[in-house]
């Protein structure tokens, strides 16, 4: 192949990739934008989300979102320090933990969704309601978090551990106050990718946070999330078209503002640690 | 140059208190006027995996001296030297036999306390290993887990740290800014004075200057000389001008059927100018290592 078809095919494949994006928001701006106010972001939907707005389930996707993180950030962080300070890379333990976690990073959420069910709804018996789908969430969003953050924990030089400990810095010390500092950044973008999937979560969420697209009181109320508002509306509500993708534009206007911020936050961070010494 | 004639009461009560024969007459260099055992290594080996890195290491390294340790690469200087504030026990696999005693304390024993030893043996790297955060956090971290917590105690012991390894006008107006922004050489510095806060007997220099530019590595190498006679000091180098010009004391190591041994140790102007061992003598000409 010579050189000039080669940039040739390289060009064309790299367009095409941007394609199905552009034309993906193009398409939700132009048939969602003109639905877009701060009324619809903030009211109840109503006649079946036909009108109305989406307030509730912003709020519901808020608080399964809040319940998944809360669940999730010490138990990723306290895996991602066992992984990578607790065990070394031939460690029995160690392997088989990176092994199943590398499984349920591959299950596909509607199984989550059904064990979710199972364990969360009926087994605890906290039934359909915002705990049990951001705690099923929590399931889903641990195996990308415990990686992302085992990673930084990693890239932290070897030096400045055993640095630490000539200086007489204890294990926990050096875990609260050198590692943990230090993989701050890489924890921000593996929580707000972990938050991204989150978020997104269809199949996951309705098994066990449910479809009530009322005003949630409590943590124990059924909630919609924004992307089963979005299946509902295009699925089953005649008519629910212009809405869905007004919500879909909200959703995916979300994820875009969160990618971004993860990748500006890795940026800074690189670019910090890439300073001369 | 003095010998050294202690007198025969201050011999006795000092060999009694030690246990060790602690006077050696030979003569001494520059800060090192008493020749007063620091740390005592008897037998000592190290192994890895079942890997002799060192073997049978008998070697007395004395109090306020600056004493180097030479040899070519994988004799296990390095090792010997990570053994003395066991950081060895770091390593996987590591396994260290013999004694080590620095002053009375048996440096081995498992009932030692590790952050305590620590805080007495100072150790600096080849690499400069600053923290990640500014310099001022640098050499907090340790003094408030040392107990430090009072602020005006904390800054006047920083600045005192810092005057002693000369940074301090450098750094005194951005101690809040990233200590990776400092150059190499200053970057060295920043390490020693995070190993002087805490006030060690000790420190253990890994060929500190090795990365450093000819410039920095003057600056220092000046600087740990300064040190010696406070501090018993010492320092791996692979640089035999630098242990010539620095060290009171010199320990060759050699790789023999390839784990380490202790060839030849003493004055270093004994071992520069009148060497025992034919391979000391060739190693100290360049024919060798």
Known sequence: MSETSMTVVVWTAATLITFPFLWLVGDLLWHGWHQLSLSFLLFAPQDAGREGGIGPILLSTALIVGVCMTAVMPIGIGTALFLSEYTRNDHLLGRLIRGSLDVLAGVPSIVFGLFGNALFCQALGLGFSILSGGLTLACMVLPILIRTVEESFRAIAHEQRVSAAALGISKRATIQYILLPAAIPGLLVGSILGLGRAMAETAALIFTSGYVDRMPTSLMDSGRALSIHIYDLAMNVAGGNPNAYATALVLVGLLIIINLSASWIAEKWTSFNQLPT | ?289
């Open chain 2, 1 to 289: 140059m003095d010998i050294v004639q202690p007198t025969p009461h201050l011999k006795q009560a000092l060999e009694e208190s030690t246990g060790f024969q602690s006077w050696l007459p030979y003569q001494s260099a520059q800060s090192c006027c008493v020749l007063i055992a620091h740390i005592r290594a008897e037998n000592l080996s190290i192994a890895y995996h079942d890997r002799l890195a060192l073997e049978a290491v008998t070697l007395q390294i004395n109090k306020g001296c600056i004493t180097a340790l030479v040899g070519p690469s994988g004799c296990g200087k390095t090792s010997f030297l990570m053994s003395i504030n066991r950081l060895t026990d770091l390593i996987p696999g590591c396994q260290v036999s013999g004694r080590l005693h620095i002053n009375e304390l048996d440096v081995m024993a498992s009932s030692t306390n590790l952050l305590h030893l620590r805080r007495q043996v100072g150790m600096i790297f080849q690499k400069p290993t600053v923290f990640p955060f500014s310099i001022k956090k640098n050499l907090e971290i340790a003094l408030r887990e040392h107990g430090m917590h009072d602020q005006a105690t904390l800054a006047s012991t920083i600045e005192t740290a810092l005057q002693q390894v000369g940074l301090w006008n450098e750094v005194k107006d951005r101690l809040n800014q990233p200590a990776q922004t400092l150059s190499g050489g200053q970057q060295q510095r920043l390490c020693l004075a995070r190993a002087l806060v805490l006030t060690p007997e000790i420190l253990l220099l890994d060929e500190p200057c090795s990365a450093l530019d000819p410039i920095s590595s003057g600056i220092v190498e000046d600087l740990i000389m300064s040190l010696a006679g406070r501090y018993t000091i010492v320092i791996v180098t692979h640089n035999l001008a630098q242990a010539r010009r620095m060290a009171d004391h010199v320990a060759l190591f050699w790789s023999v059927n390839g784990s380490g041994q202790l060839l030849e140790h003493g004055p270093a102007q004994s071992i520069f100018e009148s060497p025992q061992h034919e391979l000391t003598a060739a190693y100290i000409s360049g024919a060798r290592g």
